[in-house]
């Protein structure tokens, strides 16, 4: 038998914070009259910090995140490394795991001149309909917490800040700017501040307060920055604000709050220092911000006279880390008849190799007691030709939508990794998209337009003056332009941006072209006018104004023949961002022909993978989901061609949960979620069996959202109560007596387990769950073993079901391991309002171990 405990597995660990002297870095500050000081407190620009030569501090470069690192610059040639969306690393339930991809943002921040990642996300899964759900981790606390820990060492292991954020009860998109979250003290406390309380626990060193208001006060003037942040929690660290969130100048810089962004702000800079000497802000208050901010330069690196950070160890295959993730995120929701893994016809074929388990060799792990001979695995029926349907199979969904996305170098579709995966095995390949989604247009990409000056792929970028003379140009790979790369201080004095390419005609018929901007915009095909018009500001979310501002479309027939050329201009004005957009897609294929000869090809074949999923217009930041079904005919499909075959495999590519109407006609189910650059090649060893699918669920299912209990997101008169109150996720479903389609927790292997023991003893820190399984099946696999705790009930809490602790245990088959769970004391104490502190939660304390919130087989009370 195995011991097995959380963290048995080396994972990097944060690298020791450089001894920060604060004596050394008052007499800095000292050195600052109050101009100079309060002139650090905003940024130089939109990512940038300013610096101060006379105290050695250089300027510190801020990143979004969190699935990777863009850099400064809205530019498609400077690539990033992708990794799966937040869902989809909280699924692995694997803190290591997570560390070393945390390690690898790193190394990519550092590459990039990067001091400051915008990154974890801690704000909970409160409901499925949360527009930016795929960037937040969970429904619970105590896993969204662990893994933003784990996120956080790996991160700052290599130098880097790493920024929780969205600081707090930033749950929702609709008017999230301004909406004044209602949520009673002992919820706060228990549920949205944990996570936070986590991450400074694991020494985070930024926090970035949210757009909202908690209890009628805006988060960057909110008490909440003080107490807990700054003071039980003891926070050194620096508190940021989200990018236009500073409204105030008394009250947010009498506050916590220490860095508005982006900078300079007007309200932070001389209203600032009048405040100061008029005595209606502390200048105490001023030099803690300065402190905190010389403090985190002096951690980055950014500030002499103190050491540098070490550099960041980059993973020697960063390719194969994020391969291997997309894997260990994969939830497999149903696998009825054991369809998977699939087997390829016979022939060599990396997809077909052996399955390995992490650490481990081919049908077993090192140091394993087998207890006896491995039992013999049954070859599943060969695969000799395999369909492969679905609007996500040849373009995968790899990122959610707003202003964390980045742009990859390249991204492996689940069609080619599959193709990849079986070359050489005999087994034929064939594909059908079956329907075709009702997306925003597609701009333009170096696979369907030139440069109409030089000729290479891509699109000539030109910044107009007022009289029309050319300020500036440049050749960009996308017809998407967030904002100029090569000359930018020089394009922002145009008054307007062109946009121009020849397009190739390689379809006749009637096509749709598109253009994106604010004010003024215009199209011209071959000099013919389509689009001339004045578009509105629908919104003041910075993410539509600088990232997704609305389309304006056109129709026009075209033939075959001279390449067409397309002419986009928009106007440039103040708050009115720089975002410009070209788009062209040809006639679409009838949708009952192009679903019937999807229903053939899956008929014709021996297996058939269906990739279906939500597109930009369902998940994104900037606005919530009116529903959560999947769009266009997609359901159709799956029904369709689960019919037509009984051996199909459905994934599901979306960032948070959509609803499955034919889930228990479709015999496997895997959810890959929004899987990121590796997409096809991890989907793959998933499917082919080099590697189990490990991910658990990290949110609840709904079978549909109507009748399901799931909080609003849409304000009232700009309040949006928490009126559920601790009841999130499972607890909610128990607490109204139905059943979801899927339970937090819940995932299959490619092994089975039995829970054979459990016993709770106390510890000197909360207690120790011994949870004793065995691996009943015929292949080695990873068990996340759960530990959930029920205690009495009093008047805010029923007392029923929430996640204690969890630990994942590798076995091999017929092996029987003990996972040693810890129960922090937290688990066990509740938020007192009246104590202003915490107290023992009611007894009796009952734990249940399980492989999810519904299925708990052992029962055991906590013993002294």
């Known amino acids: 038998m195995t011991m097995i405990t959380p963290g048995s597995v080396s994972a990097p660990q944060p690298a020791d914070t450089p001894p920060i002297g604060d004596g050394q870095i008052d007499a800095l500050v000292a050195r600052l009259d109050l101009p100079a000081r309060i002139r650090l407190l ?89 527009g930016r759900h795929f960037e937040c981790y969970a429904e619970d606390p105590l896993l969204t917490g662990r893994t933003a820990a784990a996120y956080i060492r790996g991160v700052q292991a290599g130098g880097v800040a790493a920024t929780a954020k969205h600081y707090v009860a930033n749950d929702s998109e609709t008017d999230r700017l301004t909406l004044d979250a209602r949520v009673d003290e002992r919820t706060l406390y228990e549920v949205y501040l944990a996570p936070f309380e986590a991450a400074v626990r694991a020494g ?19 008490p909440l920055l003080d107490e807990p942040l700054k003071g039980s929690w003891g926070f050194d660290g620096v508190v940021v604000s989200d990018w236009g969130a500073v409204r105030s100048t008394e ?31 502390p200048v105490a208050a001023i030099d803690d911000k300065v402190l905190r901010l010389l403090r985190l330069a002096a951690r980055v690196g950014a500030l002499d006279g103190f050491p540098p950070p070490p550099p960041a160890p980059a993973p020697a295959d960063p390719r194969g880390l994020l391969r291997r993730a997309v894997a260990a995120g994969c939830v497999l929701l149903r696998n009825e008849g054991g369809l998977l893994p699939l087997s390829p016809a016979p022939g060599a074929s990396p997809g077909a190799a052996p399955y390995s388990a992490p650490g481990g060799t081919a049908g077993g792990l090192p140091g394993a007691d087998t207890g006896g001979a491995v039992p013999a695995v049954e070859p599943p029926r060969a695969v000799r030709r395999l369909a492969v349907i679905g609007p996500n199979a040849a373009a995968a969904r790899v990122q959610g939508g707003g202003s964390a996305g980045v742009f990859p170098a390249a991204v492996v579709s689940p069609l080619d990794g599959i193709r990849e995966a079986l070359s050489g095995t005999g087994t034929e390949v064939v594909y059908a998209e079956g329907v075709t989604l009702d997306t925003r247009p597609t701009p333009l990409h170096p696979g369907n337009s030139r440069n109409p000056r030089t000729g290479e792929p891509g699109v000539l970028v030109r910044y107009l003056a007022a009289d029309g003379t050319e300020v500036c140009a440049e ?11 090569d000359a930018p201080e020089l394009a922002r004095t145009a008054a307007a941006v062109e946009v121009s390419a020849l397009v190739a005609v390689t379809v006749p018929g009637e096509w749709r072209f598109a253009v994106v901007g604010l004010g003024a915009v215009t199209l011209h095909a071959d000099g013919e006018p389509l689009i001339d018009t004045h578009v509105a500001a629908e919104s003041d979310d910075p993410t539509y104004v600088h990232v997704a501002p609305s389309f304006r479309t056109a129709v026009r027939k075209v033939a075959p023949g001279e390449p067409l050329h397309l002419v986009a201009t928009r106007e440039l004005a103040p708050e009115q961002g720089l975002a410009v957009a070209l788009a062209a897609d040809p006639p679409r294929a009838d949708e009952d022909q192009a679903l019937a000869e999807a229903v053939a090809c899956a008929r014709g074949a021996d297996a058939a993978v269906v990739v279906v999923g939500t597109t930009d217009e369902i998940e994104s930041e900037g606005f919530d989901r009116p529903s959560l079904a999947l769009p266009g005919r997609q359901d159709e499909l799956v029904a369709a061609v689960a019919a037509a075959n009984p051996r199909t495999v459905v994934i599901v590519n979306s960032g948070g949960p ?34 189990e699918p490990g991910g658990r669920l990290p949110t609840t299912w709904a079978a549909a959202a109507e009748g399901a209990p799931l909080p609003a997101t849409a304000p009232s008169a700009g309040v949006l109560d928490y009126a559920e109150g601790p009841y999130l996720g499972h607890r909610a479903w128990r607490r109204a007596g139905a059943a979801p389609a899927y339970w937090f927790g819940h995932g299959l292997g490619y092994t089975t387990w039995e829970y054979e023991s459990l016993t709770v003893r106390a510890a000197s820190q909360g207690a120790l769950a011994l949870v004793s399984v065995r691996n009943t099946g015929a292949r080695p696999g990873r068990e996340v073993v759960q530990v959930y705790l029920t205690t009495g009930p009093d008047d805010h809490d029923d007392g029923t079901l929430r996640l204690a602790g969890y630990a994942a245990v590798h076995a091999a088959p017929g092996e029987s391991v003990v996972a040693e769970v810890p129960i922090e004391p937290r688990t066990l104490e509740r938020w007192s309002p009246g104590d202003a502190g915490w107290v023992p939660r009611p007894h009796p304390y009952t734990f249940h171990a399980g492989p999810s919130a519904a299925h708990h087989p052992l029962t055991a009370p906590l013993t002294p």
Request: charged share 20%; net charge negative.
């Open 42 to 130: 905003s940024g130089a620009g939109t990512f940038r910090t300013q610096r101060e030569p006379a105290l050695g501090l250089r300027e510190m470069g801020v990143s979004d995140g969190p699935a990777g690192v863009r850099g400064e610059k809205w530019d498609e040639r400077d690539t990033a490394l992708l990794l799966p969306s937040a869902t989809a690393l909280a699924a692995t339930w694997d803190e290591d795991l997570v560390t070393a991809l945390g390690g690898l943002l790193a190394a990519e921040a550092r590459r990039k001149g990067i001091h400051i990642l915008l990154a974890p996300t801690l704000n909970l899964h409160r409901t499925p309909a949360a």
């Open 204 to 222: 985070v060193w930024v926090v970035m307060s949210a757009y909202n208001r908690v209890n009628g006060v805006t988060m960057s003037e909110s």
């Open 251 to 281: 009250g947010a810089a009498g506050a916590s709050q220490d860095l508005a962004m982006p900078g300079p702000h007007p309200l932070w800079g001389e209203p600032l220092v009048a405040a100061v000497r008029e005595g209606r802000v």
């Open 475 to 485: 050749h960009r790979l996308s017809g998407r332009i967030l904002e100029p790369g």
């Open 658 to 691: 959509v609803e499955l109407p034919w889930r228990e006609s479709a015999p496997a189910v895997l959810l890959c979620w929004f899987p990121g650059q590796e997409a096809g090649h991890g989907l793959a060893d998933v499917l082919f069996g080099r590697a």
